[in-house]
């Protein structure tokens, strides 16, 4: 999508690199075999990716978000979609929060058999929440900062999001 806006297309580059990240993830946690999984190089590296992408991306992208758009949504009496967005922020930090533990495990060499199957099931359930989120955000709020910011804000709310 083209979007007018620096903010939005800021926004919609970070969504287009996690999306990249999650369909990896997918791709090779749907059918990597879990006696193998722990000696697979290129998913160790994947998993370290994935911590690391919920441990700075995520937060930073949400808080963001949460800081300051969402407030300029409900101004402009699109509040429903800013609820509906934060809901889903939440249901995501939860499932990141089960597993950076699991990826710590992963990058000490601590994680066993169980450990792995509960590992697949977060990341699957991680892709599956954030690709759903980021085509919301691409359907509905990035062309609404398109409408709704001014070129002086939208170049400040770009600069700040740059420099976070």
């Known amino acids: 999508m083209n979007f007018s806006r620096q903010t939005s297309r800021a926004l919609h580059e970070d969504h287009r690199a996690n999306l990249q990240l999650l369909g990896r993830a997918e791709q090779m946690f749907a059918k990597a075999p879990r006696a193998q999984a722990s000696r697979d190089p290129e998913l160790l590296k994947l998993v370290a990716a994935l911590a690391q992408h919920l441990q700075q991306d995520v937060d930073r992208h949400f808080g963001f978000e949460e800081r300051e758009l969402f407030s300029r949504l409900r101004e402009a ?11 889903e922020h939440e249901a995501i930090r939860a499932v990141a929060e089960e597993l950076a533990p699991l ?59 740059a420099a976070s």
């Open 77 to 87: 009496g699109d509040g429903g979609i800013a609820m509906l967005l934060s809901e």
């Open 103 to 161: 990826a710590g495990g992963v990058a000490s060499g601590s994680l066993d058999g169980a450990g792995w199957d509960t590992l697949k099931a977060c990341v699957l359930e991680l892709v599956e929440r954030q690709v759903s989120h980021i085509q919301k955000e691409e359907m509905a709020l990035l062309p609404m900062l398109d409408d709704l910011l001014d070129d002086e804000t939208d170049r400040q709310l770009a600069f700040d999001y």
